[in-house]
Structure formats: structure tokens, C-alpha cells
């Protein structure tokens, strides 16, 4: 169902998390949704070559995975016939601090989700997409710049095929989501607007990661396990998840250049010097199943469209707007959420609004990636925080040491980091009174 009115129109740049579930709420506003991808979009669930991190894990917290199901009612079943792995939180994420291990919960809970690849979750998303017939996908292709004749209103895009042939597609509405490389900033600027003040805080993360088959018989209680950096002098993380296929994608990660090494021996020796050896004594006798990938890109990037004069008919979302550290598994949620507040705002879309309640939605993820990478001495850009001590310290150091042996208060911290609950809800007066009273 395509419309010549260019205000039936709506294009949405790049076939992301934050693409795809961008043009499902546009598709019941608009009459054609067209989404222009790069690169050449696979038949099956396999790793883009313009996203080199879809090799690398990506978690979907339980409110993304709300947003998905609620967006695409089947995409469940279809999750997991492609082998995706259902996963209570409070039950099956082992989580090793300096503090120790977390006091998982023996109940069953509402806090899931799915642990699967990138690749497949955005093959399952493209296929329930398809079923929409006011949508389509334009592979293959790059945007070029914005339309704007009275440089007020955009009223499309311009753009270049693989092999080089140039058009112009006309849209009243066009949704950036082309991820950290967005060229919006210098588009907006060719129109005579001025480009979003940017805040980067690079923390010098770097990531090396690959694929083992999991052992035939192997047993354990955790679908992931992190075993995570600790900041200021604990440069050094671990990340495994059972995913489709029968297969574990591993992951270490070292903060301030301090980098995992890509050769089999260097990446298990990495392992090994993990604060817990329970990363390497599972994977030191497992088979591998793919090479070593590495991906450095992992500075937070925030670009401050809500400080910015727009022309009508163009937003921002998605790591466009807000890329953070992947370490702390927000992106593909974030996304989620942003597609939901441009739903919200169809009716009288307004950019300036739109921005706005954007940039107030990201600030909880931000401060909380930034403020734990700002930890380190390492860390280029921002504030450093102010040192350790008094109250909200003392009370913040005793919650946590909580969730070690209280699976209540584990649960509680997984609905917050989930962003099912607000972080109010840890200083709670029933909860402050436990964290109080605890004897060390």
C-alpha cells in the first residue's frame, strides 16, 4: 500500500533495533514506511557487514522485551522457534562483583526476557514486519542528505544506490536511525541549522569475543553469567550467554586499553586472570565455533538535539542520539523505549517536543553508564565523581553487599537495572530499613 501524498509518507534511515521498531508504530499512522538500510539485508539470521558489533552480545532487558511483545504479539513464538532461550533473571544471571556472586532467587518471576544473537532477534523482527503491507525495506541504498526546498520542512531524502544511481524519496516525515555514524549533524548543518552540541566519555573499552559449542551434557543453573569490572582499578569483565544453536557466545572486556588479546591462548590466559575463575573453567575445555572478533567502538556519545533549532518533519533516535558504553546492555532497550515515546507523540509530532522528552527518557541511562565508566582514571571527557565516602556511599556499598546473600533484594536491584522500577524504589523506606539494619 503505497501513497503518492507525500503526507501519507514516512521514512525511516537504517534497519536497527531502534529502525525496525521505529517504522512498526509509524506504520499505523502513515500509509507507506519505507526503511533504507546500507547494507544488503539477509534472508536468514546472519551478522550484517555494516554492523560489525552483531557479532558481539546484546542483551534485551525485560522492558524492551515488554515493548517487543507488546509491539509484535507472535514475535515470542517466532524468538523461539529460531532457537532463542527464555531466561528468568532473578534465577538464571549469575553476576560476580568484588562483593561475590549474587543470591539468586529458587522462584519462578515476571523479569524475562530472551538471550539469543543479534542476528536473529533483527531477522525476527524484519519477519514479523513483513507482514505489514504499508511497509518496506530499501536495501542497499545510503542516504545522501535531507530534502528541504524552504529549508523549514524536510520533505524527503536523497539517495545512492550500491552502484551509484541517485533519487530522491519524498516523505513528510523522516526518522534517523543510522546509529553512532549518523550524518545528520552535517546535513542539518548543509540546511543552515546548527548541529547538536555533542558530550562523548570514552572510557577505552575494548571487547574481544567468539563462539563455543557447549558441551554435550554440560549442566549449569545461570543462562548468563558476568563477571564484571570494578572500578577504579578493576579493568577486567567477563560475559557468557547461552544462545540458539547450541552454542555460548563469549566475551571479555578490559577499561582503559586494557584489551583482551584475539589469540586462542591470549584470550583464555584474559579469562583466567578474571577476579572469578568460573568463566574460564567453564570455557578453557569447550569447542570453539567461530574466531575471535574484536570491536573497540564504545565510547557514550550523546548528541543534544534538545538544545537545537530543527526543521519540521525530522527526528533523531536511537544511537543517533544516545550510544552508550555496550557494557551495560541498555542499547536495544533505549531503542525500544523510543519507539514507544514517538508512538506517543504521532498524534501532533512536534521535533522540538519530541527531542525533549527523548533526552529526559535517556538521561537515567546515561548517568548511570557514564557515572560507573567515569570511575576509572582512564576515562576521557565529563566530570570525574566526587571520591567515596558518607552516606549515600555507605548506604549504596551495604544495598549491594545485600544482594550477595538476600535473593529478595537481588530481585528488587534486577527490576531497577531492568528498568522495570524506578532507582526510588531501593531507598523505599521498607528497603532502607533492611539495608540499615543489616549487620555487616
Known amino acids: 500500500m503505497t501513497s503518492t501524498n507525500i503526507n501519507d509518507q514516512a521514512i525511516v534511515i537504517g534497519g536497527s533495533i531502534a529502525g525496525l521498531l521505529s517504522a512498526r508504530v509509524l506504520a499505523d499512522r502513515f500509509a507507506s514506511v519505507t526503511i533504507i538500510e546500507t547494507d544488503k ?66 522462584f519462578p518471576s515476571d523479569l524475562n526476557s530472551v538471550s539469543c544473537s543479534r542476528p536473529l532477534l533483527e531477522w525476527c523482527i524484519r519477519q514479523q514486519l513483513a507482514n505489514y503491507p504499508n511497509i518496506r525495506f530499501v536495501d542497499e541504498h545510503r542516504v ?41 549533524p552535517s546535513w542539518l548543518q548543509e540546511l543552515g541549522f546548527t548541529p547538536p552540541p555533542e558530550t562523548i566519555i570514552n572510557p577505552f573499552l575494548g571487547y574481544a569475543t567468539r563462539r563455543y559449542k557447549e558441551p554435550e551434557g554440560f549442566k549449569s543453573n545461570w543462562k548468563v553469567m558476568l563477571i564484571s569490572q570494578s572500578p577504579p582499578k578493576g ?55 567461530s574466531r575471535i572478533y574484536a570491536h573497540r567502538a564504545t565510547a557514550n556519545r550523546l548528541r543534544h538535539y534538545e538544545k537545537i533549532e530543527l526543521p519540521q518533519g525530522f527526528i533523531c533516535l536511537g544511537d543517533a542520539v544516545c ?37 529526559k527518557s535517556n538521561s537515567l541511562s546515561w548517568m548511570l553508564a557514564t557515572g560507573q565508566d567515569l570511575r576509572f582514571a582512564t576515562t576521557q ?60
Open 41 to 106: 539485508l539477509p534472508d536468514l539470521p546472519e551478522a550484517r557487514i555494516g554492523v560489525p558489533q552483531s557479532v558481539q552480545p546484546h542483551i534485551l532487558f525485560t522492558k524492551g522485551y515488554r515493548i517487543l511483545v507488546e509491539l509484535f504479539p507472535n514475535i515470542e513464538e517466532k524468538l523461539r522457534a529460531g532457537g532463542a532461550i527464555a531466561i528468568d533473571w532473578t534465577r538464571e544471571f549469575d553476576h560476580f562483583s568484588r562483593r561475590g556472586w549474587n543470591a539468586t532467587s529458587s
Open 144 to 184: 545522501t542528505g535531507l530534502l528541504s526546498p524552504s529549508k523549514t520542512q524536510i520533505t524527503g531524502v536523497a539517495l545512492r544506490s550500491a552502484t551509484g544511481d541517485r533519487q530522491e524519496l519524498p516523505a513528510s516525515l523522516v526518522v534517523d536511525a543510522s546509529g553512532r555514524r549518523s550524518h545528520a
Open 235 to 289: 579493568t577486567r569483565l567477563g560475559y557468557l550467554a547461552k544462545i540458539e544453536g547450541g552454542e555460548w557466545i563469549a566475551t571479555l572486556g578490559g577499561y582503559g586499553g586494557d584489551f583482551p588479546p584475539l589469540d586462542n591462548q591470549g584470550f583464555l590466559d584474559f579469562a583466567r586472570s578474571l577476579p572469578s575463575l568460573e568463566f574460564y573453567d567453564v570455557i578453557k575445555g569447550a569447542e570453539p565455533t
Open 323 to 359: 550510544a552508550l558504553c555496550p557494557v551495560y546492555g541498555q542499547g536495544m532497550t533505549v531503542s525500544a523505549i523510543a519507539a514507544t515515546i514517538l508512538r506517543d507523540c504521532l498524534g501532533d509530532l512536534n521535533p522540538a517536543r519530541f527531542q525533549k522528552k527523548l533526552a
Open 381 to 440: 571527557g565529563g566530570s570525574k565523581p566526587v571520591k567515596s565516602g558518607g552516606f549515600f556511599t555507605s548506604y549504596t556499598e551495604r544495598l549491594l553487599k545485600l544482594t550477595n546473600s538476600d535473593p529478595k533484594m537481588n530481585a528488587l536491584l534486577m527490576e531497577v537495572a531492568h528498568l522495570i522500577k524506578s532507582p526510588l524504589a531501593l531507598y523505599h523506606p521498607q528497603i532502607a530499613f533492611k539495608v540499615l539494619t543489616k549487620k555487616d
